[in-house]
């Protein structure tokens, strides 16, 4: 594992060379693909995630990138009180203090609202937004200090609810009134806060191709548990829309928070489309109605 660096002065020339991230869901997914563009632009990574094997996995992608920042990890599960402190606490031992903060933890999910079980409502909203909390009021100080950036990884689902997405909206829709809760408190002190708001994102590492081939469908059991239509266990919940490429995605995320700008939502029009549902309720939401309703469904 890479040496951490030893200096705690300013970056140099560019915004992400010599910062202190803390990547929180980093072992995989979007996030793994935002810690190897972030090593790429010369920052220093400290990856979290709930497997020592997934770390380890994930700082050997990381170490194959082609840059100068350096990578470390620790295996923490940031829904048990005390993780939070912990990975912190990690980035200032390691990294020698902590410039930002970004967080893809995240979870979604098929349900059918009023059927879904009260313990599953819970586990959703710890996923989504609890394992948010502790991690975040840790790493406050530092960042304000630092002049730097929190970003979260939120949903589309966060801004509106489409068939079958109820139980992961709320989830996201907890977590996007968290940042901005956080935003009138750290932004004040210096700091800037990013909230990602992304459609569904396609997914191109190793296992996602290997789960992909061996035929297996994330959302199936979800579908069969709440006896809903079968298309609605494809991404987005059968919507008309177009995977996002997460290699494109992370380098506007970060030129985002280079820029110090509040929100970034892809698809692009999907901003218009949140917009028109606040001003005008019952059009937006008939508009959104078609949308939804552009699913993929299967052929008899």
Known sequence: MPSSPQS??????GFWPGRRVLVAGGTHGFGRVLARLLVARGAHVMLVGRSSAGVREAIATCEQTEGKGTVNGLA???SRPGEGDRAVAACADQLGGLDTLIFCIGRSSRTAILNVAASELRDTIETNLMTAVEVSQAAADSICQAGGRLVYIGSLAGKFVTPAMGGYAVGKAALAAFVDAIRLEVEPRGARVLLVSPGPIRQDDDNAVATSQAGFHRYDADVARHDLPTHLAQPGGGAAIRLLDPEHLASEVLDACERGVPELTRPWKATLLAGLIEWFP???????ARFAGRAKKPRN
């Open 282 to 288: 019952r059009w937006g939401r008939q508009v959104l």
């Open 8 to 13: 705690t002065a300013s970056p140099p020339h």
């Open 76 to 78: 923490a599960d940031l």
